[in-house]
């Protein structure tokens, strides 16, 4: 089966072949030469690909480590106790990695732009690939929005009189800056800004042993108290048991928010300096730090404050600032005075971060969808230097959303958002599984060996997929699950819990009648045109390899 990829490699399309005839060297910015990062100077919709393994990673890592951490975790513990969380997010943070499995194999194998859309498109409908791409835009555009919600509120933590439209201006400013110029210049911001989450989380971890062996102000040794009294498990809607349980699963709709950035990593393919060795490293580095962040916050949290405390409570219910962090409050209740201030400067810039790499992300799935006719051809257009420019004032129309925080109690739009982002995300990795699947299949059906194949290959992808869509499906139909017991009826939870999933139909149904499109079957799914294209940009990486020009620069290509 080696013998047979070599020669489909060889007698390939001339793309492969012709992979330098249309590039043009993007000069040099920030110490680092750009000269292969290589862009189709023939097409003007085209990106560029210079982002590093360190960049791709961090840019995961960023969108995934945020509010959802810091802020929306407090909903959590609250929701299912310290024990509870922590199961809830190790469950969940299981389930991704067996989405990431697949992703990694289709994202090496074809690291094209619009990743979940052109792989729809490739193998599975034009239908369902124009109704998954708008959903993982819209899914992507509301995470972006609450994200900039929590950054107004934070700064209600020093400066509540001030009106949190001032805030909201000042994000979509900064994130306009940083997402209007040369793709290099976002992933180094990305970079820092995610570092400094890291560095926060990592902080809180050693803070939180150091507080519970007595190191805090009233030099109380607070040990697992809380695992105590109140207990590990919250009960949740009800008593008993059974409302153990559905704390439990309603982490779940949080953990949805909260944990992502696998399909970031995918998205980004299209723009990553040798994505063969850049994307699976990216992709298992990204799965491990943040299931062990999300794990050990929610370990964190049950030490630092018990999931019934009145403080607590009346926060998340009331705002989403940094007195909304259930780290803050653990802070407080051993009076720690001045860490609360550090924890919400470097949150700030956590939320930025995170808006900003969704934005980032949304403004690729419009340009991916004009380029392949699903919107407007003008979103296409991207600027010499390969940003989508039109496409990120689209996203930035509906970042603007942020400002109905203005006239509503800020906490309640949050759980708009929350609802609203956590569907979308649910439907995106839904499909990412079933395109894993069928890629898979496509390879068996048309005689290939998957493990000869593939530049990235896990024996394990096709059980653990269908693990993973059988677990998010359940949590996809039930996460709005309290509106229908008798008198819990909510029209704007309702609305937000299952908008995504009417969007996806709708769209499906009126693309496919109205363009009578057809399922593509097996053996006709395309695995061997582009082979020798994406050999000959390996290649090509191969013999001419990145050198960073700072001793800055070498070192962190070193350690990530």
Same mark, same amino acid.
């Given at each position: 089966?080696?013998?047979?990829?070599?020669? *489909?490699?060889?007698?390939?399309?001339?793309?492969?072949?012709?992979?330098?005839?249309?590039?043009?060297?993007?000069?040099?910015?920030?110490?680092?030469?750009?000269?292969?990062?290589?862009?189709?100077?023939?097409?003007?919709?085209?990106?560029?690909?210079?982002?590093?393994?360190?960049?791709?990673?961090? *840019?995961?890592?960023?969108?995934?480590?945020?509010?959802?951490?810091?802020?929306?975790?407090?909903?959590?513990?609250?929701?299912?106790?310290?024990?509870?969380?922590?199961? @809830?997010?190790?469950?969940?943070?299981?389930?991704?990695?067996?989405?990431?499995?697949?992703?990694?194999?289709?994202?090496?194998?074809?690291?094209?732009?619009?990743?979940?859309?052109?792989?729809?498109?490739?193998?599975?409908?034009?239908?369902?690939?124009?109704?998954?791409?708008?959903?993982?835009?819209?899914?992507?555009?509301?995470?972006?929005?609450?994200?900039?919600?929590?950054?107004?509120?934070?700064?209600?933590?020093?400066?509540?009189?001030?009106?949190?439209?001032?805030?909201?201006?000042?994000?979509?400013?900064?994130?306009?800056?940083?997402?209007?110029?040369?793709?290099?210049?976002?992933?180094?911001?990305?970079?820092?800004?995610?570092?400094?989450?890291?560095?926060?989380?990592?902080?809180? *971890?050693?803070?939180?042993?150091?507080?519970?062996?007595?190191?805090?102000?009233?030099?109380?040794?607070?040990?697992?108290?809380?695992?105590?009294?109140?207990?590990?498990?919250?009960?949740?809607?009800?008593?008993?048991?059974?409302?153990?349980?559905?704390?439990?699963?309603?982490?779940?709709?949080?953990?949805?928010?909260?944990?992502?950035?696998?399909?970031?990593?995918?998205?980004?393919?299209? %723009?990553?300096?040798?994505?063969?060795?850049?994307?699976?490293?990216?992709?298992?580095?990204?799965?491990?730090?943040?299931?062990?962040?999300?794990?050990?916050?929610?370990?964190?949290?049950?030490?630092?404050?018990?999931?019934?405390?009145?403080?607590?409570?009346? @926060?998340?219910?009331?705002?989403?600032?940094?007195?909304?962090?259930?780290?803050?409050?653990?802070?407080?209740?051993?009076?720690?005075?001045?860490?609360?201030?550090?924890?919400?400067?470097?949150?700030?810039?956590?939320?930025?971060?995170?808006?900003?790499?969704?934005?980032?992300?949304?403004?690729?799935?419009?340009?991916?969808?004009?380029?392949?006719?699903?919107?407007?051809?003008?979103?296409?257009?991207?600027?010499?230097?390969?940003?989508?420019?039109?496409?990120?004032?689209?996203?930035?129309?509906?970042?603007?959303?942020?400002?109905?925080?203005?006239?509503?109690?800020?906490?309640?739009?949050?759980?708009?958002?929350?609802?609203?982002?956590?569907?979308?995300?649910?439907?995106?990795?839904? @499909?990412?599984?079933?395109?894993?699947?069928?890629?898979?299949?496509?390879?068996?059906?048309?005689?290939?060996?998957?493990?000869?194949?593939?530049?990235?290959?896990?024996?394990?992808?096709?059980?653990?997929?269908?693990?993973?869509?059988?677990?998010?499906?359940?949590?996809?139909?039930?996460?709005?699950?309290?509106?229908?017991?008798?008198?819990?009826?909510?029209?704007? %939870?309702?609305?937000?819990?299952?908008?995504?999933?009417?969007?996806?139909?709708?769209?499906?149904?009126?693309?496919?009648?109205?363009?009578?499109?057809?399922?593509?079957?097996?053996?006709?799914?395309?695995?061997?045109?582009?082979?020798?294209?994406?050999?000959?940009?390996?290649?090509?990486? %191969?013999?001419?390899?990145?050198?960073?020009?700072?001793?800055?620069?070498?070192?962190?290509?070193?350690?990530?």
């Amino acid at each position: 089966m080696a013998e047979k990829r070599n020669s *489909i490699s060889s007698s390939g399309d001339s793309k492969g072949a012709d992979v330098e005839a249309h590039v043009e060297p993007v000069g040099e910015i920030g110490g680092v030469d750009h000269g292969d990062h290589l862009r189709d100077t023939s097409d003007s919709t085209a990106t560029v690909r210079g982002l590093k393994s360190r960049h791709l990673q961090l *840019i995961g890592i960023g969108a995934a480590i945020g509010t959802g951490l810091f802020i929306g975790s407090a909903r959590s513990l609250i929701y299912a106790g310290p024990l509870g969380a922590t199961l @809830a997010y190790a469950a969940y943070s299981l389930v991704i990695w067996g989405i990431c499995l697949g992703t990694c194999e289709m994202a090496t194998f074809l690291p094209i732009r619009g990743g979940l859309v052109a792989w729809s498109s490739m193998f599975l409908d034009e239908a369902a690939a124009t109704a998954l791409g708008w959903n993982y835009f819209y899914a992507a555009t509301m995470f972006g929005c609450s994200d900039i919600i929590a950054f107004a509120g934070l700064f209600q933590f020093w400066l509540p009189d001030l009106s949190p439209a001032v805030w909201i201006s000042i994000a979509l400013v900064v994130i306009t800056l940083l997402n209007s110029y040369h793709v290099k210049f976002f992933g180094e911001s990305e970079f820092y800004l995610a570092s400094l989450k890291v560095l926060l989380m990592v902080g809180i *971890i050693l803070m939180t042993f150091v507080v519970m062996l007595g190191g805090n102000p009233d030099h109380d040794r607070i040990g697992f108290r809380y695992w105590k009294d109140p207990g590990v498990m919250a009960e949740y809607y009800t008593t008993g048991p059974f409302a153990r349980f559905l704390g439990f699963f309603q982490v779940f709709k949080i953990a949805a928010f909260s944990i992502g950035g696998p399909d970031l990593v995918a998205m980004s393919s299209a %723009e990553a300096v040798q994505p063969r060795k850049t994307i699976p490293r990216a992709t298992k580095s990204i799965v491990v730090r943040m299931a062990l962040f999300f794990v050990l916050g929610a370990i964190c949290m049950g030490i630092l404050v018990p999931y019934n405390d009145a403080d607590l409570k009346e @926060a998340v219910a009331t705002g989403v600032g940094a007195n909304a962090s259930a780290f803050v409050v653990g802070m407080n209740r051993v009076h720690i005075k001045v860490l609360p201030h550090i924890f919400n400067a470097i949150v700030c810039t956590s939320a930025l971060s995170c808006s900003n790499g969704f934005a980032y992300i949304a403004t690729r799935l419009l340009h991916a969808l004009a380029s392949e006719g699903k919107a407007p051809k003008f979103f296409a257009r991207t600027t010499k230097h390969g940003i989508p420019l039109f496409a990120y004032f689209a996203v930035l129309a509906i970042y603007c959303l942020a400002y109905l925080e203005v006239g509503t109690n800020s906490a309640t739009v949050f759980g708009w958002f929350i609802n609203l982002s956590s569907v979308g995300a649910l439907i995106n990795f839904a @499909a990412l599984a079933v395109l894993s699947l069928r890629f898979r299949a496509a390879i068996k059906k048309q005689g290939f060996d998957a493990e000869k194949l593939l530049p990235w290959y896990s024996r394990w992808t096709v059980p653990y997929t269908w693990f993973s869509l059988v677990f998010i499906l359940i949590i996809t139909l039930f996460q709005g699950w309290t509106v229908f017991v008798h008198g819990g009826w909510d029209l704007e %939870e309702f609305f937000t819990s299952y908008f995504g999933l009417a969007l996806v139909a709708v769209i499906f149904v009126a693309w496919k009648l109205y363009h009578k499109t057809k399922f593509v079957k097996l053996e006709d799914i395309d695995l061997t045109s582009r082979i020798a294209e994406f050999d000959s940009l390996d290649q090509y990486y %191969e013999d001419h390899p990145i050198q960073s020009t700072t001793m800055w620069g070498r070192f962190l290509d070193k350690v990530f």
